[in-house]
């Protein structure tokens, strides 16, 4: 029977998740207004795995990791 779905607050060992799933999304969002140079430098810089992993450890921001049966949905 699944489990109801759960929302936590993201630790450090989600930090390669919201990395990968950041970058995904933003160029998905904003990729074809913008130069491709442009695009891949400030993903490699704004969801680099040491950015988000210092985004997640500052006390006053918050990343929510929705998951189901374990899964991150």
Not at 5 to 28: C, I, K, M, V, Y
Not at 41 to 69: G, K, P
């Amino acid at each position: 029977m699944p489990t109801a779905l759960q929302l936590r607050l993201a630790n450090h060992a989600d930090a390669p998740f919201l990395s990968s799933f950041g970058a995904q999304t933003f160029e998905s969002a904003f990729g074809s207004r913008n130069d491709p140079a442009d695009m891949r430098a400030y993903l490699a810089q704004a969801f680099s795995l040491q950015s988000i992993s210092n985004e997640i450890a500052v006390s006053n921001a918050q990343f929510f990791i929705a998951t189901f049966d374990n899964e991150i949905v």
